[in-house]
Structures are given as C-alpha cells and as structure tokens.
Nanobody
Framework: QVQLVESGGGLVQPGGSLRLSCAASRSIFSIYAMGWYRQAPGKERELVATITSGGVTNVADSVKARFTISRDNAKNTVNLQMNSLKPEDTGVYYC???????????WGKGTQVTVSS
C-alpha cells in the first residue's frame, strides 16, 4: 500500500496560481502512474492530469494550457502547477498512484481548491 498526503490547496482569486503537492509514503521511482483528479460540487470526479514512470503526461483538455504536472522522484512527490485559475477549477483535488498496471489506484484524502473573487 501507499499513503498519500496532498497539500497546497486554498482560496485564490481568478487568474491566480496554486501549486499542489502530493507526498507518497514510499519511493515513487518505479510507480507506473501518478496524477490528479478533481471533483466539483454536484459533479463526478474527473481526471486532471497523469504522469507515468517514464515521464509521459496526459492532461485534460480543459486545463492543458494552464496546468502542468511533474514528479520529483527524489522527494517522492507529484506536483500540479495551476496557473490562470478559473472559478470552474473549484473543487476537491485528489492525488492518486497506481503502482503497476495490475494494481488498483491508491488515493489521498483530497485538498480543497476554491477560485473566487
């Protein structure tokens, strides 16, 4: 198992930036995939971005020009840099890891992001 702790959420004005971090309880060097989902009030959880062990990224079209995902194997973290935030980016952001293609995802508890003036 892997425990995950997210940080970096908060309240920000439209057009602002936030950087989310997710710290894993063990080495992520060989972890198959990591990433972020989000869930807005009254909506289903949706994919935001993923990154594989080889550094290949997949970012949702709705945020592709504004969000960047990265991983720091030395610190066992996956990060999400969010720029030009919009009110529709509001929601709870969940980090996940999938150690291999044959294992389930492990989830963090989430961090709240609120974009409002």
């Amino acid at each position: 198992q892997v425990q995950l702790v997210e940080s970096g959420g908060g309240l920000v004005q439209p057009g602002g930036s936030l950087r989310l971090s997710c710290a894993a309880s063990r080495s992520i060097f060989s972890i198959y995939a990591m990433g972020w989902y989000r869930q807005a009030p009254g909506k289903e959880r949706e994919l935001v971005a993923t990154i594989t062990s080889g550094g290949v990224t997949n970012v949702a079209d709705s945020v592709k020009a504004r969000f960047t995902i990265s991983r720091d194997n030395a610190k066992n973290t996956v990060n999400l840099q969010m720029n030009s935030l919009k009110p529709e980016d509001t929601g709870v952001y969940y980090c996940y890891v999938r150690p291999s293609p044959y294992e389930v995802r492990y989830w963090g508890k989430g961090t709240q992001v609120t974009v409002s003036s």
